[in-house]
């Protein structure tokens, strides 16, 4: 009796509820991965790649396996069950439209399907608001509920996941040919090698370890500190489920504000199943006019508007697939509500260059700046001048991401238009007081 284990987003065997359910059957298990066009890894491939590559490690060395192929999901996955004779395939619910797809296409094979929690912390729709809804509109009521919560305990690894005989050694029925040909950094469309942040579960434990050690303490003050970087920078592990945010949740107790943001992603999780179009159209709508300046949308994205602090956010996006989380808020307010551009073009450039790009964590951020979303913030703009003065006190971000400002003191390199414009560097594509 064979059950296919389908990965996606949770690359990991450790807190893998639907891995640990399978290798307790007392059946065969077949791990899968499938490289789906129609989820392009963009930026993210070299850390994808890095993530399949340790997970068929840690499969292997639990007696076990990775088999990747190419193609359409539900289609690969299918086709894998009649070459094993699997009966079921086990998989993480997901929430996202595509995923959701996905789930709805499976379920109509002749195949049994089975949905487990393990992608977020608390799963959506367990809890729901007391005045009836399918979803938490507001983030507060639902942190009250979500603390309050009773959660699952953190699984151990199978210690064995038993492949079926043939497939034990040399991967007969040409199942090696997804393996090798689909491992390869350089075969994944779209790829470009990231220098600084290697993928995978290992890589994910040592960095959460590292932040339970020296990083939690100093998070509730240091958090919005740009040039300190003291946040736990364990998104794209938990984008990618290297990381089971449960498990990470596990290392500080509820109120800490660190577990307070994991509930932040817990909860655009749960709106994005209720609201599928999270990406796409506004949550709560709000009539406006978008301006329509393509001049100024690629300057945002190349980090040349000539506001230091807004070019300092973007180069660091542009540099490391990845952005301080005031950052974002800064350079996403800029766009949206100095600029007038419509939210939307800025969460397609987020989508494709983050490391953590997350149709709901994306989504919901960006409703949320454009004022669209849960929370709606009417009227209310950022001053990326009184942020920087605020967040960046002596300029350190401004000075690591814009070396054209690098030779600058703090007020000047914040304003440099002050002095006359500094040679290369922009003059700002708005006024700001
Ligand atoms: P920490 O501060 O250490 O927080 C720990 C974890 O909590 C994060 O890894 C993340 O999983 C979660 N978290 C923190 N803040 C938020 C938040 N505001 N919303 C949801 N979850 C949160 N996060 C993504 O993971 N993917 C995205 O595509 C994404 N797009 C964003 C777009 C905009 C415009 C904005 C303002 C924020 C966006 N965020 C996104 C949220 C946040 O900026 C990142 O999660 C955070 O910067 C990641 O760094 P960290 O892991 O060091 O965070």
Request: glycine share 10%.
């Given at each position: ?7 996606t987003?949770d690359?990991?065997?450790r807190?893998?509820?639907a891995?640990?359910?399978?290798c ?9 991965f ?11 491939a070299?850390?994808?790649t ?29 086709r894998l ?8 395939v ?9 995923a959701?797809g996905r ?5 109509g094979?002749?195949?049994g ?7 977020t ?9 007391s ?12 942190w009250?509920?979500?603390?309050a919560h009773?959660r699952?305990?953190?699984l151990?690894a ?31 469309p779209?790829h ?15 960095r959460?370890?590292?932040?339970r050690?020296?990083?939690l303490?100093?998070y ?6 740009l040039?300190?970087?003291r ?8 984008r ?5 945010p ?13 577990v307070r943001?994991?509930c932040w ?7 994005t ?9 506004d949550y ?9 300046d ?16 807004v070019?300092?956010g ?7 697939g990845?952005m ?10 800029y ?7 419509d939210?939307?073009v800025?969460a397609?450039?987020?989508?494709d ?24 913030r ?6 990326p001048?009184?942020q920087?003065?605020r967040f960046?006190?002596?300029s ?15 007020a000047e390199?914040?304003?440099?238009w ?16």
């Amino acid at each position: 009796d064979t059950v296919i284990v389908l990965f996606t987003r949770d690359l990991r065997v450790r807190d893998h509820p639907a891995l640990t359910a399978a290798c307790a059957r007392g059946g065969h298990v077949v791990p899968l991965f499938v490289l789906d066009p129609k989820v392009p890894a963009g930026r993210r491939a070299g850390f994808l790649t890095d993530c399949l590559a340790d997970l068929r490690a840690s499969l292997r060395a639990r007696a076990g396996d990775l088999l990747v192929r190419r193609g359409d999901t539900v289609a690969e996955t299918m086709r894998l069950a009649a070459e094993v004779g699997a009966s079921e395939v086990y998989a993480s619910a997901d929430v996202s439209a595509l995923a959701r797809g996905r789930e709805r296409r499976l379920a109509g094979e002749r195949i049994g399907l089975r949905l487990f929690p393990g992608l977020t912390i608390v799963p959506p729709r367990e809890l729901l608001p007391s005045g009836g809804g399918d979803h938490y509109r507001v983030f507060t009521p639902y942190w009250r509920a979500w603390a309050a919560h009773p959660r699952r305990p953190v699984l151990p690894a199978p210690s064995r996941v038993p492949l079926p005989p043939g497939l034990e050694h040399g991967l007969e029925h040409g199942l090696e040919h997804g393996l090798e040909h689909g491992l390869e950094p350089g075969d994944l469309p779209g790829h470009a090698p990231h220098p600084a942040l290697r993928g995978g579960e290992p890589a994910a434990r040592a960095r959460l370890e590292l932040w339970r050690r020296e990083g939690l303490d100093g998070y509730a003050d240091g958090h919005d500190d740009l040039a300190g970087d003291r946040t736990s920078r364990l998104s794209p592990y938990l984008r990618f489920g290297c990381l089971s945010p449960l498990e990470a949740a596990c290392v500080a107790p509820v109120e800490h504000p660190f577990v307070r943001q994991l509930c932040w992603r817990d909860f655009f999780h749960q709106v994005t199943l209720a609201f599928p179009a999270i990406c796409r159209r506004d949550y709560r709508p709000r009539p406006r006019r978008w301006r329509d300046d393509a001049e100024a949308v690629s300057a945002w994205k190349a980090g040349m508007t000539g506001i230091p602090i807004v070019d300092a956010g973007m180069r660091q996006l542009l540099a490391e697939g990845w952005m301080h989380n005031r950052a974002r808020m800064i350079v996403a307010d800029y766009l949206v509500n100095h600029l007038g551009v419509d939210w939307r073009v800025g969460a397609a450039h987020f989508f494709d260059l983050l490391l953590d790009g997350d149709v709901a964590d994306n989504g919901g951020n960006w409703q949320w700046i454009a004022g669209t979303g849960n929370s709606p913030r009417p009227g209310r703009v950022l001053n990326p001048l009184r942020q920087a003065r605020r967040f960046d006190p002596v300029s350190g971000y401004i000075h690591r991401y814009v070396p054209e400002l690098s030779g600058l003191v703090p007020a000047e390199a914040r304003e440099p238009w002050r002095i006359g414009g500094v040679r290369g560097y922009p003059a700002p594509l708005t006024a700001l007081e």
